[in-house]
């Protein structure tokens, strides 16, 4: 229980210190973070660490909800963005990671450069922010999740600034391409300060770009999708990705979706949020999303979605059949888009036609399943393997208390959580 307590404060301290850098700040949060580290020294009852867990997870809310205001008010509320996937001519910094600011200075010292920047990862929905939309050279997303950077980040061909991520140990082949800023770093690879003005200089960089080949094509001579998401199709036919799904944009959407629910076109809405990873048993998303009826929604935010965002899943009268609210930060949208839902059903979060099926790695997912049982939210499905501090006692807790289980196989799941099937 004391592990899950540190993860979870981990996870607080990574979205906090993103807050914090755009100005957000908030004593509670750091006061919780020191009494909770406090705690760990002590000898607690389970009762007891059962309550300061559950109190990180209602921090986990409040910091959560702290970074969504942040991010908005500095860049806009996200809109539902079509991103393009193909590269450019040109060459290219590819940015991975968390830290809008570090994009929004990197993209104001790129301009007239001649170099193209695109987003890696967990910094897909960028483009869905007003200000981001602005920038004509923030031209697409090269790529998915962390698991997959050493193929992607060597046929990128140009540099890869990493904000703060996960992030695999480059491979010597491109270590030299490799620039980290603020949290992260690593041995052999150039890092970004922070100067005494509070800006950064990105200028080794961009001149380090300019040297580079432009970005292999990931798609190689693939056809594109036949079928249009938004009937708009770009250049690139359907080899687009959509994002920006978060709380403003969904709830845009909410008469036409209670409408959908009312009448039966939408019977369920799934919650696919979480990480991706390297096992092979990560291709249970893929299939479990294919596999969910074709009245049912998934509601997905972090790096799990790559598994499955570029399959043709359609839509439900205009309504997109996955929506990806963004980061795992944005869980916090999925929270807003379910209390929405609740409120306009009158009805409970456990009432609500939503399953949750979360894919799990590390800190920040441990936070955000902390904050969903500080709401109240039952019988949430984890995997594709628990994590190793849940130890037969951490288990027996959870199940008894929230009703949480491993998933199994796509088709026993599907019965279970989409029992309309
Ligand atoms: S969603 Fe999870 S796997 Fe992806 S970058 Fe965030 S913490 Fe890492």
Redesign the pocket.
């Known amino acids: 229980m004391r592990e899950l307590l540190v993860y979870g404060l981990k996870g607080v301290g990574a979205y906090y210190y993103h807050a914090a850098a755009l100005g957000y700040e908030d004593d509670e949060i750091t006061a919780f973070i020191q009494r909770a580290l406090a705690s760990t020294l002590r000898s607690l009852t389970v009762d007891e660490m059962v309550g300061i867990v559950l109190e990180c997870g209602g921090v986990g809310v409040k910091v959560l909800a702290l970074l969504d205001t942040a991010n908005t008010a500095a860049f806009g509320t996200p809109a539902i963005t079509r991103v393009r996937t193909v590269p450019g001519t040109r060459p290219g910094i590819l940015v991975t990671g968390?830290d809008l600011k570090d994009l929004e200075l990197l993209l104001e010292q790129t301009k007239g450069t001649g170099v193209d920047v695109y987003t890696h990862?967990?910094m897909l929905p960028a483009h869905a922010y007003p200000t981001f939309k602005k920038y004509e050279h923030l031209i697409g997303n090269y790529g998915g999740?962390?698991p997959f950077q050493k193929e992607e980040f060597e046929a990128f061909n140009g540099p890869v600034l990493v904000t703060t991520?996960?992030l695999v140990p480059p491979k010597d082949s491109y270590k030299d391409r490799i620039y980290t800023t603020g949290p992260v770093g690593f041995a052999g690879c150039t890092h970004i300060p922070v100067l005494e003005n509070g800006t950064k200089d990105f200028s080794a960089v961009i001149a380090h770009t300019q040297r580079c080949r432009p970005p292999k094509n990931l798609h190689g001579n693939s056809r594109p999708r036949r079928v249009s998401l938004f009937g708009e199709k770009g250049s690139e036919g359907n080899r687009a990705l959509i994002t920006g799904c978060a709380h403003g944009a969904v709830l845009a959407l909410a008469d036409t979706m209670i409408d959908a629910v009312k009448s039966g076109a939408i019977k369920r809405f799934v919650v696919m949020a979480?990480?991706?990873?390297r096992q092979a048993e990560r291709s249970y998303y893929p299939e479990f999303a294919q596999a969910l009826p074709r009245d049912t929604v998934i509601l997905t935010a972090?790096?799990?979605k790559y598994r499955y965002n570029s399959l043709d899943l359609g839509e439900i009268g205009g309504i997109p059949r996955l929506l990806d609210a963004g980061?795992?930060n944005d869980c916090y949208s999925l929270v807003v888009i379910a209390q929405a839902l609740a409120e306009a059903f009158g009805v409970g979060f456990n009432d609500l036609p939503i399953s949750y099926n979360i894919a799990w790695?590390?800190?920040?997912?441990v936070l955000v399943l902390l904050a969903l049982l500080h709401l109240g939210v039952k019988n949430i499905t984890l995997g594709p393997r628990l994590p190793a501090f849940v130890s037969p006692g951490v288990l027996n807790v959870l199940v008894e208390n929230f009703g949480i289980r491993k998933n199994t196989t796509v088709a026993e799941d599907l019965k279970l959580l989409v029992p309309e099937t």
């Not at 790695?361 to 997912?365: G, L």
């Open positions: 968390h990862g967990e999740s962390w991520n996960c979480g990480c991706d990873g972090g790096c799990t980061q795992c790695y590390e800190q920040t997912a």
